[in-house]
């Protein structure tokens, strides 16, 4: 986004920044973060009875591994301006899970700057409206708004 900043960032209010490239996920991710959180449930991890018993005809994504994609997509579409030192996850004001993603589909992030707060001289907080849409889908896996946490670089200690 040209002349985005940290001092510009009110001006991009109600744009879209873009969407992100499509990320695939694939059994062995669903997998992955089964094994990393503990949740193993039988529509995400088994493949077998997943094709005979669930209402989606196979393996799902665990909702919270869709919603962990959207903070390095929306990294991917420039949130965190060339002035910034960092930008932190600060937290989520809304989050519905709206379309079960199936093992195999691709997603991407698409985002919306809803508004940009200044916390103090160094700070400032983005609200984003997140869309993860899955390819080929008419609705999306979720919607969220997730704030960040801009934190500006300092000046060098003289």
Known sequence: MTQY????????????????????????????FAACTGDRQWIHVDVER??????????????????????????????????????????????????????????????KLRAAEPQDDTRLLLRLDCTLEIEGEAKPALVAELLCLLIGKCDPVA
């Open 5 to 32: 900043s940290m001092a510009t960032a009110a001006q991009f209010a109600g744009r879209e920044l873009g969407a992100s490239e499509w990320v695939t996920l694939d059994q062995d991710c669903i997998d992955a």
């Open 50 to 111: 997943a094709k005979r018993e669930s209402p989606f005809g196979g393996p799902i994504a665990h909702g919270y591994l869709t919603l962990s994609l959207v903070a390095a997509m929306i990294m991917e579409l420039g949130v965190i301006p060339p002035d910034a030192s960092t930008g932190l996850n600060y937290g989520l004001d809304k989050v519905r899970f709206i379309t079960p993603v199936k093992a195999g589909s691709r997603v991407r992030a698409r985002a």
